[in-house]
């Protein structure tokens, strides 16, 4: 009984630490047939201060999500030791076929941001994701 919740234990220690080293886009963890995965990817690659083409891709049990409203919000916190009050910046973007949403956003400064993907149906939410970026 020990050693298979070792090798339990292992296999989960090294599915964790291939998902953590993956680069690239951002993807949700797997979703079940009834969620919607959202990915994130920004080009350049990470984003910089100034314009940038924020991609998402929303799936839907293996099938493409073609018919939402997408929208990403980046968020830096105020850091009232400095006398920086909180920076939002929000970028609708267009559906550009398969599941892809693209659009040009600015980056206010470079630095860790918040970012949120909501993603919304005839009004309702159907998927949000919030990640950590960092702005050269």
Not at 3 to 22: E, H, K, Q
Not at 92 to 120: C, E, F, I, K, Q
Request: hydrophobic share 40%; net charge neutral.
């Amino acid at each position: 009984m020990r050693s298979v919740r070792l090798r339990l234990a292992a296999a989960l220690l090294v599915s964790g630490l291939a998902a953590g080293c993956s680069g690239g886009e951002q993807r949700a963890p797997s979703a079940a047939a009834g969620q919607v995965e959202v990915a994130f990817s920004s080009q350049p690659e990470p984003p910089v201060t100034g314009d940038n083409t924020f991609e998402v891709t929303l799936m839907q049990g293996g099938q493409p999500v073609t018919d939402a409203d997408v929208s990403v919000t980046f968020l830096m916190a105020a850091m009232p030791e400095v006398k920086m009050p909180e920076m939002r910046t929000s970028t609708p973007l267009a559906h550009d076929g398969g599941g892809r949403y693209r659009g040009m956003g600015n980056v206010m400064m470079s630095g860790a941001w918040d970012v949120t993907v909501v993603a919304t149906r005839g009004g309702q939410q159907i998927a949000s994701r919030t990640l950590t970026v960092t702005a050269q």
